[in-house]
């Protein structure tokens, strides 16, 4: 990008329950390709099986997959809406702090209370503006915001122009600064108070596994909306012998194995998608340490420190440890990397934040 005398920009964001409802719909839902498409796709199948229904006079069809496209916008939303409110409240970490960012010509820095950060801007996935804010995503699902009302002209003109410029950057490899473990260790070596540390490390089977524990612990109602919609398909089924209809038998059974399946490769789909796209991971070096009263994640694009009791809860499983800082974001240690007293800290940890 071209040289700008007057750099850096500076803006300062708070981290408020109203910036983070924005930020959830933002990398949620707002220009989510994938997201709409999925959407679309479900509405237009149901509306499939209602005009069917009505020209078979098939009125059974009618009615269950009416119930369906009425009741699915609106479990979206209330899904959506308890999914804010819970992760805002989850992530006590950074309640109410202030973060300062400066935009530089090739990168940005993120300064706060609780960490620190450094990304090229080679390793940004997208900018999205709406009215109010601007979000610099670092992956498909995860994202920097600032206020445009709290930022100068000339830092709105240098993102909306670095926005258009992020396509070039689309296949290129990452930049982040190469720090290996080593490096990281002798910057620790002076540090006294370190109980505990180990190497920080992800793969695109951990990004799946993790997930599929937050669902199954923390978003459980996605796998009630799952079942209840299972349980409206196997009653369309059981009515099709009552109104002797084999299409309506045979179309029941289909979407019985279609809904589940279709969900299990959007998941898979997401999971990559947010692998691949955080270019920053592929050239991610990092290392978790532990004292008396805190956690802290130092690697090559920044720091991130937690006090004990700002822990939302830890996930275990046979091969790792994932520390949840908030109820969709964590630490992943894999128990390879530990030695057997770290593995007992941290299951004594796991069951004091529980």
Known sequence: MGGVSDMPYKTEVKYTYEEARKAFWATQFYKNKAGIAAA??????????????????????????SLVLIFYPILTYIFASKRVKKNYESYKMIHGNTFSYAFYEDYMESEGEKGTSKIQYRDLYKIVETKTNIYLFISSGQAF??????????????????????????????????VDYEQLTSSLESRTDILHKARVEWGLNEIKDFNWLLIKNEHKSLIYILVLVEVMFFAAFAMSFLAHSMRLAVESILLVIAVPLLLYILFNFRCRKNYESNKMLRNFAAIITFDNEKLEQISNVGS?????????????????????????????VRKAN?????????KELKAKVA
């Open 145 to 178: 915001f600032i206020v445009k009302s709290d930022c100068s002209n000339e830092l709105i003109a240098f993102l909306q122009k670095l926005k258009k410029e992020i396509g070039n950057y689309k296949n290129s490899k990452a930049t982040s600064e190469a």
């Open 338 to 346: 530990c030695s057997n007293e770290m593995v007992a800290f941290l």
């Open 304 to 332: 991130l420190k937690a006090n004990y009791d700002e822990i939302y809860r830890i996930f275990e499983t046979d091969n790792n440890f994932y520390i949840l800082v908030s109820d969709n974001q964590a630490i992943n």
């Open 40 to 65: 679309i796709v479900a509405v237009a199948i149901v509306i499939g099986f209602i005009i069917n229904g009505i020209v078979t006079n098939n009125y059974e069809n009618v009615v269950i997959f």
